[in-house]
């Protein structure tokens, strides 16, 4: 086909996504002069990437299906705008063929490769049959279009045990299961179907070798329509977790520059056998030894920012000069690795409560500038909320530095400096992984995160003697600002110097442990504050978000938020929640959920794993319910019988119900 009918200049934008890539896509877009158009949901209506295009347009209900996932609604948003391209960022649609097919029949520019090389690509199974003739090395087993178990078990008694039974049509670690042994296949094989099915539309396996602890790295390519074709180094991306990738970095710390030119050269050579065109990656898994050829993602990637602090090229700007028809703007040998990057994913999630997906309004929002070689890619801002329909991602960390020492100092310091409060991150879990000292002398494969999950998400310190006080000195220092903004109040007039010395006395505890107890001392002579026998003089003196903190001489930086009785503390020792015992408050304990079957998120219930009357020994597992696309299993909280179930297959559950009934056993 002649590809000036495929890819021409234009003005008009159109980005097929939302969060972090709509709002990323849109920066790059608009410092190029194009005029930039949004879609959103019905949950999107107030969300950054709808604020920041120029035009933006509704496409239906929340649920993807009904919008993002809405190829219809889509191409009709394109022409009401006038849109002459569409870009389709990650995920959703990005390596949809029949949408760049229906992009191209609209008449619009579809930034990415055409439809022919999604189709050859962007299945597993297609892909390794290329591959396979290209001579690109491959992770040993079956990708043949026989799908039956008699099939699929063969294939796996051949390639040896342990195997991976892979989605052909997969994304982001979804349908896949490790295999150990025969008998564990078919239940593997109708669990990753099910899972594949609901997230792809499409269930067809394949088989591969596990690769025991390998790591997983990756090349940039890049072509454009006129034969040029680009790698960009290569990214290692081995800390992933449920093989979701949790922290990238640029370039790979374990290659050796000849071991680099290899991987990247395979790389091009697997590009180049569909004369690819557009920016894709290239994945390939490692045993320490050799490369095996995994996938190719016929997209951008979420990690691409890594490649461009070490390259210096703008992935977004080449995607669209490729889309305008315009030749790459360097050789191979002009592309030029310089210092390092990392990159970490700040999901909404609770990594204390198996990572469970976190939904609500984002009431603190606060990053730290992007200088001195930090980047952060966002798509939510304060007062945002985060809905349960999508992907939990909110942000992306990087930073950049000379060498991979620095540029993990600069990432730490970031995250450090990133307070989100009213959902739950997994910001204090990426901290813990980067200072990890396995992580900084890349001691690490793809298993890591999972043996070392108890160290990653240990509980935060216990508050000592320095939160305490700065748990004081947060509710005095907001008494104070909320008195400045009040003409009558005393602090205003007078400075609050009352005659005499006066006292009060503060509680704290964290969770349901014991109450830690400090008085205050204030009125004439300096303030100080008392923790059993000692007594410690302080200052406070307001800053953005925060304040110093002088105790002892001491002058120290303190983060705090306050919302209600509820204290969120940062200082030099860490992270801390604080409750504030009110002596007047009348306390009540609330004892609600912990012992309840009930859906902790909204979401569908896609399997009954036991049935009612059953014996159950604690942490059996009672039912299975899809939330925010990931399968989430219900278990007994205690030993007991199974009462009732209250919920079948195909339910779709609001958060809170009931699903089930244990009676603790012995009653
Ligand atoms: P891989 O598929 O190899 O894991 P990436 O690391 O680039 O590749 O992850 C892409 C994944 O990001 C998608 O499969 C999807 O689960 C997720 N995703 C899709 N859309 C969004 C979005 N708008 N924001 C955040 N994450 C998204
Ligand atoms: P997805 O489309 O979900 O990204 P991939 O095929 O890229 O699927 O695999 C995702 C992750 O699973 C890889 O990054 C790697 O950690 C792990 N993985 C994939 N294939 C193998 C394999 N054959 N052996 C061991 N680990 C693998
Ligand atoms: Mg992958």
């Given at each position: 086909m002649d590809r000036s009918k495929l890819y021409r200049r234009f003005r008009t934008l159109l980005i097929a996504n939302r969060g972090e890539i709509a709002c990323r896509v849109i920066r790059t877009a608009r410092a190029m002069g194009l005029r930039t158009v949004a879609v959103y949901s019905d949950a999107d209506r107030d969300a950054m990437h709808v604020a920041l295009a120029d035009e933006a347009v509704l496409l239906g209900p929340a649920r993807a299906r009904d919008s993002y996932l809405n190829v219809e609604r889509l191409i009709e948003a394109a022409r009401k705008t006038g849109a002459e391209a569409v870009h389709p960022g990650y995920g959703f649609l990005s390596e949809n063929a029949e949408f760049a097919r229906a992009c191209f029949d609209a008449g619009l520019v579809f930034v990415g490769p055409t439809a022919g090389m999604m189709t050859a690509m962007g299945s597993k199974s297609g892909s390794k049959e290329l591959m396979e003739k290209a001579g690109v090395p491959l992770v040993p087993g079956y990708h043949g279009d026989a799908q039956d178990n008699a099939t699929l078990a063969k294939a796996a008694e051949k390639v040896g045990f342990p195997v991976l039974v892979k989605?052909?049509?997969?994304?982001?670690?979804?349908?896949m299961r490790i295999v150990r042994s025969a008998a564990e296949l078919e239940p593997a094989i109708v669990s990753a179907k099910r899972e594949a099915l609901a997230a792809f539309g499409d269930d067809r396996m394949l088989i591969e070798k596990y690769v025991d602890n390998p790591r997983h790295i990756e090349v940039q390519i890049i072509g454009d329509s006129h034969g040029n074709l680009l790698s960009l180094f290569e990214r290692e991306?081995?800390?992933?977790?449920r093989h979701q990738k949790v922290i990238e970095e640029a370039p790979s710390p374990t290659l050796n520059p000849a071991q680099r030119e290899t991987v990247c050269a395979a790389a091009r050579k697997a590009a180049g056998a569909v004369n690819y065109v557009g920016a894709g990656t290239i994945e390939f898994v490692s045993d320490g030894k050799d490369v095996f050829f995994i996938e190719m993602n016929t997209r951008l990637q979420v990690e691409h920012p890594v490649t461009e602090l070490i390259t210096g090229v703008d992935l977004v700007e080449w995607q669209l000069r490729v889309a305008f028809g315009e030749a790459l703007p360097l050789k191979q040998d002009e592309i030029r690795l310089n210092g390092h990057a990392v990159e970490a994913r700040v999901y909404a999630e609770n990594p204390t409560k198996n990572f469970m997906p976190s939904v609500g309004k984002i009431s603190t929002w606060r990053l730290p500038a992007e200088t001195g070689g930090l980047r952060i890619d966002a798509g939510y801002r304060e007062g945002d909320t985060v809905s349960p329909y999508y992907d939990a991602m909110l942000a992306k960390v990087i930073a950049w530095a000379p060498t991979r020492d620095v540029a993990i100092e600069r990432l730490n310091r970031g995250l450090e400096e990133t307070d989100v409060r009213g959902i739950v991150t997994n910001i204090p879990f990426l901290s813990s992984l980067m200072t990890h000292p396995k992580v900084r002398t890349n001691a690490?494969?793809?298993?890591f995160i999972e043996r070392e999950l108890a160290v990653l998400t240990a509980a935060a310190p216990a508050p000592g003697e320095l939160e305490l006080c700065a748990a004081v000195a947060a509710i005095v220092n907001e008494e104070r600002q909320a008195a400045l903004a009040d003409a009558s109040s005393p602090w205003q007039t007078?400075?609050?110097?009352?005659v005499g010395r006066r006292q009060r006395s503060f509680a704290f505890r964290v969770g349901h442990g014991p109450e830690q107890k400090i008085t205050l001392n204030y009125g004439s002579g300096p303030s100080t504050l008392v923790i059993g026998e000692r007594e410690l003089a302080f200052t406070i003196t307001a800053k953005d978000g925060g304040f110093d903190l002088t105790l002892d001489g001491v002058k120290s930086s303190v983060a705090a938020v306050i919302d209600g009785h509820e204290l969120y503390l940062r200082t030099r020792n860490g992270r801390f929640d604080l409750h504030w015992v009110d002596p007047f408050g009348g306390e009540s304990e609330e004892h609600v959920g912990e012992d309840k079957i009930a859906a902790?998120?909204?979401?569908?219930?896609?399997?009954?794993?036991a049935e009612e009357g059953a014996k159950l020994e604690k942490g059996a597992p009672i039912l299975t319910l899809e939330v925010m696309k990931m399968e989430q299993t219900l278990r007994a909280p205690f030993a007991g019988v199974l009462k009732s179930i209250k919920c079948k297959i195909g339910d779709i559950v609001q958060e809170g119900v009931e699903l089930a009934v244990v009676e603790p056993a012995g009653e």
């Amino acid at each position: 086909m002649d590809r000036s009918k495929l890819y021409r200049r234009f003005r008009t934008l159109l980005i097929a996504n939302r969060g972090e890539i709509a709002c990323r896509v849109i920066r790059t877009a608009r410092a190029m002069g194009l005029r930039t158009v949004a879609v959103y949901s019905d949950a999107d209506r107030d969300a950054m990437h709808v604020a920041l295009a120029d035009e933006a347009v509704l496409l239906g209900p929340a649920r993807a299906r009904d919008s993002y996932l809405n190829v219809e609604r889509l191409i009709e948003a394109a022409r009401k705008t006038g849109a002459e391209a569409v870009h389709p960022g990650y995920g959703f649609l990005s390596e949809n063929a029949e949408f760049a097919r229906a992009c191209f029949d609209a008449g619009l520019v579809f930034v990415g490769p055409t439809a022919g090389m999604m189709t050859a690509m962007g299945s597993k199974s297609g892909s390794k049959e290329l591959m396979e003739k290209a001579g690109v090395p491959l992770v040993p087993g079956y990708h043949g279009d026989a799908q039956d178990n008699a099939t699929l078990a063969k294939a796996a008694e051949k390639v040896g045990f342990p195997v991976l039974v892979k989605a052909s049509a997969g994304g982001g670690g979804r349908g896949m299961r490790i295999v150990r042994s025969a008998a564990e296949l078919e239940p593997a094989i109708v669990s990753a179907k099910r899972e594949a099915l609901a997230a792809f539309g499409d269930d067809r396996m394949l088989i591969e070798k596990y690769v025991d602890n390998p790591r997983h790295i990756e090349v940039q390519i890049i072509g454009d329509s006129h034969g040029n074709l680009l790698s960009l180094f290569e990214r290692e991306c081995t800390l992933q977790r449920r093989h979701q990738k949790v922290i990238e970095e640029a370039p790979s710390p374990t290659l050796n520059p000849a071991q680099r030119e290899t991987v990247c050269a395979a790389a091009r050579k697997a590009a180049g056998a569909v004369n690819y065109v557009g920016a894709g990656t290239i994945e390939f898994v490692s045993d320490g030894k050799d490369v095996f050829f995994i996938e190719m993602n016929t997209r951008l990637q979420v990690e691409h920012p890594v490649t461009e602090l070490i390259t210096g090229v703008d992935l977004v700007e080449w995607q669209l000069r490729v889309a305008f028809g315009e030749a790459l703007p360097l050789k191979q040998d002009e592309i030029r690795l310089n210092g390092h990057a990392v990159e970490a994913r700040v999901y909404a999630e609770n990594p204390t409560k198996n990572f469970m997906p976190s939904v609500g309004k984002i009431s603190t929002w606060r990053l730290p500038a992007e200088t001195g070689g930090l980047r952060i890619d966002a798509g939510y801002r304060e007062g945002d909320t985060v809905s349960p329909y999508y992907d939990a991602m909110l942000a992306k960390v990087i930073a950049w530095a000379p060498t991979r020492d620095v540029a993990i100092e600069r990432l730490n310091r970031g995250l450090e400096e990133t307070d989100v409060r009213g959902i739950v991150t997994n910001i204090p879990f990426l901290s813990s992984l980067m200072t990890h000292p396995k992580v900084r002398t890349n001691a690490i494969d793809t298993g890591f995160i999972e043996r070392e999950l108890a160290v990653l998400t240990a509980a935060a310190p216990a508050p000592g003697e320095l939160e305490l006080c700065a748990a004081v000195a947060a509710i005095v220092n907001e008494e104070r600002q909320a008195a400045l903004a009040d003409a009558s109040s005393p602090w205003q007039t007078f400075g609050w110097q009352p005659v005499g010395r006066r006292q009060r006395s503060f509680a704290f505890r964290v969770g349901h442990g014991p109450e830690q107890k400090i008085t205050l001392n204030y009125g004439s002579g300096p303030s100080t504050l008392v923790i059993g026998e000692r007594e410690l003089a302080f200052t406070i003196t307001a800053k953005d978000g925060g304040f110093d903190l002088t105790l002892d001489g001491v002058k120290s930086s303190v983060a705090a938020v306050i919302d209600g009785h509820e204290l969120y503390l940062r200082t030099r020792n860490g992270r801390f929640d604080l409750h504030w015992v009110d002596p007047f408050g009348g306390e009540s304990e609330e004892h609600v959920g912990e012992d309840k079957i009930a859906a902790p998120l909204p979401g569908t219930v896609v399997a009954v794993l036991a049935e009612e009357g059953a014996k159950l020994e604690k942490g059996a597992p009672i039912l299975t319910l899809e939330v925010m696309k990931m399968e989430q299993t219900l278990r007994a909280p205690f030993a007991g019988v199974l009462k009732s179930i209250k919920c079948k297959i195909g339910d779709i559950v609001q958060e809170g119900v009931e699903l089930a009934v244990v009676e603790p056993a012995g009653e």
